[in-house]
């Protein structure tokens, strides 16, 4: 997804690139003079490192609470770990569905503000709860602190994507 916003700017800028050439009779000097203006004040181009850093995060995020569980949902070890925390088995297949539905809410562009961000506090609660799950029933070990870098992962996603979009909801 954050190549298709790279691209789009290109054709933006190929609009732009005609436009002024229309504009010029054709002067490529000065079309290259207008493109550079238009680069330095960095009207057209993106926030590229803000929007790479929000869709590095993202998709880590993606793939950690949307697709392993979809897909390893169903299999013994999954099973075995929700029951040895203590919950009982249909508890494990809401929460794929709702991890599965919270990631389609973050990585789908122009869903309403006010979802995303029930989608990030809806994480944001997964990752506290599964580390006080596993250090109440394991101790404190490898696996109590995982989630917290998960979750840490989730805080970088959340405060570019109030960068990129505004703090309005």
Do not use: C
Not at 22 to 38: C, D, F, H, P, V
């Amino acid at each position: 997804m954050a190549f298709g916003s790279y691209f789009n700017v290109q054709n933006i800028l190929k609009k732009i690139r005609i436009n002024v050439d229309k504009t010029n009779n054709g002067s490529r000097e000065e079309t290259a003079e207008k493109l550079q203006t238009i680069n330095k004040n960095k009207k057209l181009i993106p926030m590229k490192k803000e929007k790479l850093i929000f869709w590095s995060a993202t998709t880590i995020i993606a793939l950690f609470e949307g697709v392993m569980p979809a897909l390893t949902s169903q299999t013994e070890m999954a099973k075995e770990g929700i029951q040895h925390l203590g919950y009982p088995a249909y508890f494990g297949n809401a929460l794929v569905i709702f991890k599965v539905l919270g990631v389609l809410v973050l990585v789908i562009p122009n869903l309403p503000k006010r979802m995303k961000e029930w989608a990030y506090a809806g994480f944001a609660f997964d990752f506290i709860f599964a580390t006080i799950s596993h250090g109440a029933v394991d101790g404190i070990n490898g696996e109590t602190f995982f989630p917290l870098i998960v979750f840490a992962i989730l805080a970088v996603s959340y405060i570019y994507y109030t960068k990129l979009n505004g703090n309005q909801v």
